[in-house]
């Protein structure tokens, strides 16, 4: 993935800087998604809602992140396996939309499934660990006086089980959760093996507020994918 990562970053700046020329719609995304992609999964329900705080302590809402693309995941510092593996799988997610006029639309979002332990501190440590830019990324964890257990119990509401053994470790899968401007969940990308230019595609069919098909003179999907 590292070393496909410049070529990744002039094929999205291409697709941002001829928005609305390109401007595939949502609808057309979605289907060749379907047909190609097959760690992807079409979803349009309400996104579970939550109370959460971020690092510096400060109450964030669902509701509070209207007018953006979420692009979110659930994670645990101490994990020592997969969760560091999706993180980073994600900033080079970041790096590739933040390149473009994306940037102002779209936030990542991080909810750790072990509040005890996943402090401001160390949610801070994590990302910066990790080399993620804040600038449209955060990071939560439950509210003071919440339950250990309440946001594994977030994540399984948006459909994602983390099963907590008695050293701590928590036994999940891995679930990319696209969230439109109005609180929808609009995909879910599984594991780590789908194409990072797929959800950066379908994200930015959602920053175009396009949902109609309509004829363009652009290349076809097939042409775009032979990019890689």
Request: net charge negative.
């Amino acid at each position: 993935m590292t070393k496909r990562l410049p070529g990744l970053l002039a094929f999205v700046l291409a697709i941002a800087s001829a928005v609305p020329a390109m401007g595939h719609s949502l609808e057309e995304v979605d289907q060749n998604l379907r047909d190609q992609e097959k760690y992807f999964q079409t979803v349009d329900v309400d996104a579970p809602d939550f109370a959460l705080q971020d690092v510096n302590g400060r109450s964030i809402r669902l509701a509070d992140l209207r007018g953006k693309v979420l692009i979110l995941h659930f994670i645990y510092t101490s994990c020592g396996d997969v969760c560091p593996l999706h993180t980073d799988r994600l900033a080079q997610i970041q790096t590739m939309v933040n390149q473009t006029p994306m940037k102002s639309m779209v936030e990542f979002v991080t909810i750790t499934t072990d509040p005890k332990r996943d402090t401001g501190p160390a949610l801070r440590d994590y990302a910066e660990a990790h080399g993620v830019d804040a600038s449209n990324w955060m990071f939560l964890t439950a509210q003071a006086g919440e339950p250990e257990d309440s946001t594994r119990k977030l994540a399984a509401a948006y459909g994602l089980q983390f099963s907590q053994d008695k050293d701590g470790m928590q036994m999940h899968g891995l679930v990319t959760f696209v969230i439109d401007q109005d609180g929808r969940e609009r995909a879910r990308f599984h594991g780590l093996k789908f194409e990072p230019v797929n959800l950066v595609l379908f994200v930015n069919a959602l920053t175009n507020r396009t949902q109609k098909p309509h004829a363009h003179p652009e290349p076809g999907w097939d042409k775009i994918k032979g990019f890689f």
